[in-house]
């Protein structure tokens, strides 16, 4: 048990020590805490001698240790300041959320919580004069940036006689708001031939808003677009993009029905990623997999799979990578296995944001990881620049899509998708065609 000597037992204590002549000094510094006070006396006599009728007394002599600790202060002229405001699911340290300061901070690299708008309160450890101390801060987490526009209209075409919603023919995703509203103005008949303009509006639950225009046709069947593509042999492709430190590969699917692997080994493929499965629902193996599987093997051929995901939430995603990871038996693959979600042109109907969607693919990344498998996340030049966040291409390998003879995208990437209409020995029709940078 600790006792606090109050000033008033202090200041008696130092009056009666002075009567045995001694002095204390008492201190007014609110700094300064009595912990013990210690006090030792000796008397020593002399007896008469022989030779002498005096008597010799040496006074007792009285010491008193008075122990003070001193409380640490912080700084009389700190600065610490930090951001007024921050957007909502921004990843911000500590070190970057603080704006002035002139203190060391104990624990900079730590997350500030940007979850939801709102007012909140952060504890800011510092360290000053070798101790350390915390400082309350308050900030504001507002969400300020309006809904991304992924699809303004690509195939604005709607039947006659079937009921028109807007929503089926344009997609876009905020960044925080799951449940966008979109309204418009201008006027369609959809029972009616023709074209009918309409002005757009997709607004966030924060007041955030989107305009755009778009021209809706009503037709009686949806016209089929001339293929006006060119074909390109795979030798042709090899002898534009092959070279030193580079592997050149093909994906494909049911979509190639009967595939020769031992033709395209002989063409000068390298590699191949098959798609494994999709899921609309439930999922379901694509109908030449296992064949594909056993052929590739057989080849002695690199290869590796990619599942075509529809989910919207990470249980699903997470049953769905162990599903890919029991198909594949616990053998292992040569590429990192590719997480492939696509439906944007409607993406608001999924009830999704853009971090959740990010967020699916690291719980993919992190599921198949259990089962000692890579992973790598496919898509477009858009949607890599304007949708997927840098954390999220930082997690791994990714796998470019963007159809033109030198891409622009200035991202790293693994593989880039660089044409869908390739022709090569072993598959009939047109196939994709890959470049891997070792």
Not at 40 to 60: I, Q
Not at 103 to 124: F, K
Not at 172 to 183: G, K
Not at 245 to 260: C, E, N, P
Request: aromatic share 12%; glycine share 8%.
């Amino acid at each position: 048990m600790k006792y606090i000597l109050t000033s008033a037992f202090i200041a008696g204590a130092a009056l009666l020590l002075a009567g045995c002549g001694n002095k204390v000094s008492t201190h007014s510094d609110p700094d300064l805490k009595v912990s013990s006070v210690t006090t030792s006396t000796s008397t020593e006599k002399t007896s008469p001698s022989s030779s002498s009728n005096a008597v010799t007394t040496t006074t007792s002599t009285t010491t008193t240790a008075v122990t003070t600790t001193t409380v640490p202060q912080p700084p009389a002229d700190l600065i610490l300041k930090g951001m007024d405001t921050v957007e909502v699911y921004t990843e911000l340290t500590l070190d970057e959320f603080i704006t002035d300061k002139n203190v060391e901070l104990s624990e900079g690299s730590a997350l500030l919580n940007t979850a939801d708008p709102g007012e909140y309160q952060v504890d800011i450890k510092y360290i000053s004069n070798g101790n350390e101390f915390t400082e309350k801060l308050t900030y504001n987490v507002a969400d300020t940036t309006p809904p991304l526009l992924l699809n303004s209209g690509w195939n604005p075409y709607h039947v006659a006689g079937k009921d028109f919603d807007l929503s089926n023919y344009v997609g876009f995703a905020d960044n925080y708001d799951r449940n966008v509203s979109l309204t418009y103005t201008g006027d369609i008949d959809p029972n009616t031939l023709g074209n009918y303009p309409l002005h757009a509006i997709a607004t966030d639950s924060s007041g955030n808003s989107t305009e755009w225009d778009v021209t809706i046709s009503v037709v009686n069947s949806v016209p089929v677009p001339p293929d006006d593509r060119t074909r390109v042999p795979f030798s042709d492709f090899a002898a534009a993009y092959g070279g030193e430190g580079r592997r050149l590969g093909l994906d494909i699917s049911a979509w190639q029905t009967d595939v020769d692997f031992n033709a395209l080994k002989n063409a000068g493929c390298d590699f191949v990623i098959m798609r494994a499965g999709y899921c609309y629902g439930d999922p379901k193996t694509d109908d030449y997999f296992f064949q594909n599987l056993e052929r590739a093997r057989a080849a002695g051929m690199d290869y590796s799979i990619y599942f075509y995901f529809t989910d919207n939430n990470e249980e699903e995603v997470r049953e769905h990578a162990r599903w890919l990871a029991d198909v594949l038996g616990g053998e292992p693959v040569d590429l990192p296995i590719a997480f492939d979600w696509e439906d944007f042109g409607t993406f608001q109907q999924f009830g999704m944001n853009i971090k959740d969607l990010n967020d699916l693919y690291a719980a993919f990344r992190d599921e198949l990881s259990k089962y000692g498998y890579d992973t790598m996340l496919y898509s477009s030049r858009n949607f890599l620049r304007d949708f997927w966040t840098e954390k999220t291409k930082s997690l791994g390998p990714v796998w470019l899509a963007h159809y033109v003879d030198e891409t622009n995208y200035d991202g790293d990437y693994y593989i880039w998708q660089q044409s869908s209409c390739g022709r090569i020995d072993g598959i009939a029709g047109d196939v994709d065609m890959n470049v891997l940078y070792e």
